[in-house]
């Protein structure tokens, strides 16, 4: 049998493509932000709690959480944040508790949301990347363009952070 030089076997390209693309971020099942390509990040459940908030004029409660480069700078009060800071904002439909008529716990899981610190790369955006997502997927461009002008208008002179650490 001859081989033609230079021929690449069809099945040999499609086993390449498969590993390669999820790994170069341009496929596979990972949710990414319009605009900022923010993702999920793994562990966020386990990171540390910044503060719980209450948002009445969505009925939730949410809870803010800090990887460990966020809460090393809000422990030691550094603004701006540094680079590789992350916050997570998990929010739940606010629901009066069976068990204890004057206290109010989390409902239905509404959604969550990330701001990824990289001043470089979000430079046109206080430094920020916003992700905000709903049931495992990314909220569409109109939602994620809501995002930093909220920011903006809001805390501008607190790095566009809205949650101060509550120790």
């Excluded at 001859?2 to 086993?15: K, T």
């Excluded at 739940?92 to 204890?100: A, C, D, H, P």
Aim: contains cysteine.
């Amino acid at each position: 049998m001859r081989r033609i030089r230079g021929f690449v076997p069809p099945a040999f390209l499609l086993l390449i493509g498969s590993i390669l693309l999820p790994a170069a971020g341009t496929g596979g099942d990972v949710a990414r932000s319009p605009g900022f390509g923010v993702t999920i990040p793994d562990g966020y459940r386990n990171w540390q709690v910044v503060a719980p908030s209450h948002r009445p004029d969505k009925d939730e409660v949410r809870v803010i959480l800090g990887n460990e480069v966020a809460m090393k700078a809000y422990r030691a009060k550094t603004l701006p944040f540094p680079d590789g800071s992350i916050l997570a904002k998990l929010a739940w439909k606010r629901v009066q508790s069976n068990e204890f008529e004057q206290a109010f716990v989390p409902g239905a899981p509404q959604r969550i949301e990330f701001m990824v610190k990289d001043s470089k790369k979000y430079a046109s955006t206080g430094g920020w990347g916003f992700g905000r997502f709903v049931d495992g997927k990314a909220a569409d461009a109109q939602q994620h363009a809501t995002c930093f002008p909220c920011h903006l208008a809001g805390v501008k002179a607190h790095d566009f952070v809205f949650t101060r650490y509550a120790p």
